[in-house]
Structure formats: structure tokens, C-alpha cells
């Protein structure tokens, strides 16, 4: 469902109360999203605008975003020409989806200007432009838009501002009962809905079928009925229009999203009857397109960026598992030498009977439970000790290749295991995650630095670390790559401290930080090593618990691997609902 012209309306309704307040601050966390600190007479709030081209958006939010090391151009430009600034005012261009928020500030001669931040949410095509007002001039946008993407309008640098252009529509919040028949019976949609969204500014599909829904008319039935009979018109659907129209204008909003039975979700600002599922009411639009958009945004970057490392450790898994088979292949052949000792030791048992010159010799088999023949080779240029002495070692070779393969095996599964927690990691990884699991694969030799830098990099001393606080007041620390999980098992944690972790399968190292906590606490961190590990989607997930000084790392072990003693086991099915309602800060 895409944010609308109805659902902006009341977004620009909240934004007003922070008309006469200032930016404090401007973050710009990725390439498509800003976020402003906004302080008012009584009022704060972070406004995260979205030029996503999946997830276009404005609303508050309470998410915490990992900012980059350094700003990009077009953040600081805004730093420069918005932070500090008073906002003068914030406007909806008609029931368009873009916005208006002029900003006063001085310029270096200390004269007043006004600089324009225009959002504009068209899909892929979304745009944030930072405008001069007084020349009309672009200073910069977020997205630049050269002639060869448009012909039709530039976003560059120095260029005029060119607004979208007008679909000229009506605007369904000042028509009338007589304009809205005219208009109506003029369209030639085959659906009063179709009818609807071609012709009002603003209006969703999605809330046009909600409208003709409860009018209680069939939205398939032909437009000729209408034209024929206008009081359908008058009698079913604008009563229904104008009732909704109207709680737009008068700012009476029911945000809501609905949990279709088919499990999709869809949001508006009113209740969407006509959608067969479970529904949820909000208190604000903000909260409903937080709650609607959650981290979708940000697992779709993080999807696009882990892309490549996954097919990476999927083809590196796959080689291991052919390794794996051909090294208990070769276990097999060498366990079948065994017949060269027995072979070897017969020769001895028998050596007076052979002389040399014979190719083969047929002795009596003395390990076998029959007594049987059997015929051994025979090389006509050794003696008979030498004879026996190639059969035994071509054993001590099979013996030694054996022990050498074992070792081959084992590391092998560890290497599969190592893989396997990667893959893990990268499933539930934030941006800075995997730029943290990216260069531990450089570390380990795995892929190369693509860094354009001919400067070595300065090792990580502090990575940044989820805190989660449990019920109890009690900071719970989870590792999300292996550099996360050595610094808070290795460096952070105390010897008094309770390490977490799933058992037997991989998994974020969780520490609760405290000497002395409840069940709760406990509890809640094993529901974290749980969901944050392979089992995430699974029940009775076995999680294990020690103190700190029980766990320690093998000399030459891979990043993030640990051994341990004295646990305790919980039994955890993970809960998503749980864990979002956690407190968490970012350390």
C-alpha cells in the first residue's frame, strides 16, 4: 500500500505543531533518508523523510538509525542552510503527495533568507530538493535527475525548480454534492472505484474501494447504471464520500492496518472494513506508519548489501560439502587397507614357502573365521621379506593417511560451522553489521579489500553493540557478527558475568551484565540468544548458560568460536513481538 494524498494530510496536520519551531538537527543515515530534529514551545520529535524509491515516506519516528562515519554532501548542505533554522511553514501542495517546509534562517552576511526542503513522494521517483525561494534556484537534491532520466524536469544543482507535473485531479476535500455527480457521470471508468481515484487528488485504490464498500453498492456494476439513474449517486455513494471527506477536513483520522487473511498488510487513515483480516487502530499516523513500515526499508538495503557475501559463503559451503564427501571416500579406501597387514603378516607366516621368482603365493588365511585360501601378489624381483615388508608399508602409509584425513574432516565441519554462523549473522545483520562481518572476511583472508583506500585501515577497537534492558533495569548484551560477539565475551564482559547461547547451532553470544538478577532477566536474554541464532523461526529452541569464566576460546580458533563448561539449559520458542518491545540502545 502506498502512502497517499489522504494519509499526507494528516501527517502535514501533526507536522503542525512544530510550525514557529526550529531544526535542530539534521542526520542523514543513508542515501535516501533524512532525519530532523524538530523542537517546539513543548514538543519533540525526529522526522524521518524517506526518498526510498521501495518505501517513500514522511512520519515521526522512534527508530534508532546508525549514522555514517562522515556526512554526506547533501546532509551537510542542509546542516548549513537548515540547521538552527526557524520553520515557518509546512504545507501540502493541493491533496498532492508533496510537501512544503520553508525554513528562515541567516546566511554568512547575518541577512535573513528562506530556504525551501520540498519532499516529493512519487514512487521510485521520489526526490528531496533544497530550494532557494528567492531565485527558485535547486541548491541540491538527494536524488540528482539529469536530462537523459527526464525530459522533462532537471533536479541538479544551480537549475530552476520545476514542480511534477499537475495530473489535474479534483480535490475531494472542497467538492460538492453538485460537482461531484457532474464529475462522476462524466468519467468513463468501468468501476465506481476506478472512477474515483482517476478523477480526486489524493485517493488511494485502496480507500476508493473502501468507500464504494460501504455504500453497499457492488464496485463492478456498471457506470451506465449511474448515468441513468443519478439518485445512486446522490443516495449510496456520496454520503459515504462526503462522511469521509470530512473527517479529512475536520482531522478526525482512525489510522489503521489490517492483517489480510492472505497476509499482506495495508494501512490508511481510516478502517479498512472492505479487508477480510485482523485489524489494529492507532493513535497517531505516525505510529501507524512506523508500526507498517517497522525496518523494511532498512532490510531491504540490508538484503541488496549482504547480496553478494551470501552467494559468496553459499559457494564456499558447497565446496566444503564436496570436500567433505571426498575425504570420507578416501577414510573408506584407506580403512579397507587393513587386508595389507593381514596380507603382510601372512607372507611372514609363510616365508619359507616362498622363493623368489613367484608372481603369487595361495596361503592359508588364518584371520578368517573358515580358514580359507586366499591368493596374494607377488613381486618376482623382491625377495620373500621384501614381499612382505611392501605389503606392510603400503598399511603404515593408509594408517597415516588416515589420521591426516580425520584431521582434514574436522577441520572441514569447522570450517562448514564457521560458514554456517556467518550466514547467520548476515540474515539478521544491520548495515553496520556488515561492514563489520566484511572486513573480518578480509581479516581471514576469505575476499579482498575493495576499499579504493591505499591506507591500512584501523582495526575496529570498539565495535558498536546492541544493549537490550530487561524488565528488571539489567543491560543485556547480544553480539551480531563475531567481532561484536568477541568484544562483549573477550573484552566486556566480567568473570561474574552470565554468558548466553544457543546449543549446538549458530547463534549471537548474549551477556547479561549484573552479579545478581531475577528469572525475568534471565528469561528475557535467552529469548534473545534465541531469536538472534539459526533457530529463530523454530520452538523449544535449547539455549545454554554459564558463567563468563567458564568460557574460552581454543588457540587458532575461527573469529567468534568458544568452548565452554559448567551450563545450564533453557528451553526458548522465540517471540519477534516480545523482543521489538524490549528497550534497546545502541553502546
Known amino acids: 500500500m502506498a502512502l497517499d494524498g489522504l494519509v499526507l494530510h494528516a501527517i502535514i496536520h501533526e507536522l503542525q505543531a512544530f510550525v514557529g519551531g526550529r531544526i535542530s538537527k539534521i542526520q542523514q543515515p543513508d542515501q535516501h533518508d533524512i532525519i530532523l530534529q524538530l523542537r517546539s514551545q513543548g514538543h519533540n520529535g525526529r522526522l524521518l523523510i524517506s526518498a526510498n524509491p521501495t518505501y517513500p515516506r514522511v512520519h515521526f519516528t522512534e527508530h534508532q538509525f546508525m549514522n555514517p562515519m562522515e556526512a554526506p554532501m547533501f546532509c551537510m548542505l542542509l546542516r548549513k542552510h537548515c540547521e538552527g533554522g526557524v520553520i515557518e511553514s509546512i504545507q501540502q501542495v493541493g491533496m498532492e503527495r508533496i510537501v512544503h517546509i520553508d525554513v528562515r534562517q541567516r546566511d554568512e552576511l547575518g541577512d535573513l533568507s528562506v530556504k525551501r526542503i520540498i519532499i516529493e513522494i512519487m514512487g521510485r521517483h521520489s526526490n528531496i530538493v533544497l530550494l532557494d525561494t528567492a531565485t527558485n534556484t535547486i541548491l541540491d537534491g538527494i536524488h540528482h535527475v539529469t536530462p537523459a532520466i527526464s525530459s522533462f524536469r532537471v533536479v541538479l544543482p544551480g537549475c530552476a525548480y520545476l514542480a511534477p507535473p499537475d495530473q489535474e485531479k479534483h480535490n475531494p476535500l472542497i467538492t460538492t454534492q453538485g460537482q461531484f455527480l457532474s464529475i462522476m457521470t462524466s468519467d468513463t471508468a468501468s468501476d465506481y472505484d476506478q472512477a474515483i481515484v482517476q478523477q480526486f487528488s489524493g485517493i488511494s485504490p485502496l480507500v476508493a474501494k473502501e468507500i464504494i464498500y460501504r455504500s453497499g453498492l457492488i464496485s463492478n456494476l456498471n457506470l451506465a447504471a449511474l448515468h441513468s439513474g443519478e439518485n445512486l449517486l446522490n443516495e449510496f455513494i456520496w454520503p459515504v464520500f462526503k462522511e469521509a471527506m470530512e473527517g479529512v477536513t475536520n482531522h478526525k483520522y482512525q489510522p489503521a492496518i489490517v492483517e489480510a487473511e492472505t497476509g499482506k498488510s495495508y494501512f490508511s487513515i481510516m478502517p479498512l472494513t472492505h479487508i477480510p483480516g485482523e485489524s489494529t487502530i492507532f493513535s497517531t499516523i505516525s505510529s501507524c506508519l512506523e508500526a507498517f513500515y517497522g525496518d523494511k526499508a532498512e532490510r531491504d538495503a540490508v538484503k541488496q548489501r549482504v547480496a553478494d557475501l551470501l552467494r559468496f559463503l553459499?559457494?564456499?559451503?558447497?565446496?566444503?560439502?564436496?570436500?567433505?564427501?571426498?575425504?570420507h571416500e578416501t577414510i573408506k579406501e584407506a580403512e579397507a587397507a587393513d587386508k595389507h597387514r593381514i596380507q603382510g603378516e601372512l607372507l611372514t607366516a609363510?616365508?619359507?614357502?616362498?622363493?623368489?621368482?613367484?608372481?603369487?603365493?595361495?596361503?592359508?588365511?588364518?584371520?578368517?573365521?573358515?580358514?580359507?585360501?586366499?591368493?596374494?601378489?607377488?613381486?618376482?624381483?623382491?625377495?620373500?621379506?621384501?614381499?612382505?615388508?611392501k605389503y606392510f608399508k603400503k598399511y603404515n602409509k593408509s594408517k597415516n593417511r588416515i589420521t591426516v584425513v580425520q584431521q582434514q574432516i574436522q577441520n572441514t565441519h569447522e570450517e562448514i560451522s564457521y560458514i554456517d554462523g556467518l550466514q547467520q549473522q548476515l540474515n539478521n545483520a544491520s548495515m553496520q553489521d556488515i561492514a563489520e562481518i566484511r572486513e573480518e572476511l578480509v581479516e581471514q583472508g576469505y575476499i579482498r579489500d575493495r576499499s579504493k583506500s591505499k591506507r591500512k585501515k584501523k582495526k575496529i577497537n570498539k565495535p558498536v553493540i546492541s544493549?537490550?534492558?530487561?524488565?528488571?533495569?539489567?543491560?543485556?548484551?547480544?553480539?551480531?557478527?563475531?567481532?561484536?560477539?568477541?568484544?562483549?565475551?573477550?573484552?566486556?564482559?566480567?568473570?561474574?558475568?552470565?554468558?548466553?547461547?544457543?546449543?549446538?547451532?549458530?547463534?549471537?553470544?548474549?551477556?547479561?551484565?549484573s552479579t545478581a538478577f531475577g528469572d525475568n532477566t534471565l528469561q528475557e536474554a535467552a529469548q534473545l540468544a534465541a531469536y538472534y541464532s539459526q533457530g529463530k523461526q523454530s520452538s523449544h529452541v535449547p539455549v545454554d548458560y554459564t558463567f563468563i569464566r567458564h568460557v574460552r576460546k581454543p588457540n587458532g580458533a575461527k573469529p567468534g568460536f568458544v568452548i565452554y563448561d559448567h551450563q545450564k539449559t533453557l528451553f526458548i520458542t522465540p517471540d519477534e513481538a516480545f523482543i521489538k518491545q524490549l528497550k534497546v540502545s545502541v553502546k
Open 350 to 389: 609363510h616365508m619359507h614357502q616362498i622363493q623368489r621368482g613367484m608372481k603369487s603365493i595361495e596361503v592359508v588365511n588364518y584371520y578368517d573365521e573358515n580358514q580359507k585360501t586366499v591368493v596374494i601378489p607377488l613381486d618376482p624381483l623382491l625377495s620373500p621379506s621384501e614381499n612382505a615388508q
Open 314 to 327: 553459499q559457494n564456499e559451503k558447497s565446496k566444503n560439502i564436496k570436500k567433505l564427501e571426498k575425504l
Open 467 to 513: 544493549c537490550f534492558v530487561s524488565s528488571e533495569g539489567i543491560d543485556i548484551y547480544v553480539g551480531k557478527n563475531n567481532i561484536q560477539n568477541e568484544y562483549i565475551t573477550n573484552r566486556l564482559a566480567q568473570s561474574s558475568d552470565t554468558w548466553l547461547h544457543t546449543k549446538d547451532m549458530p547463534g549471537s553470544h548474549v551477556v547479561i551484565r
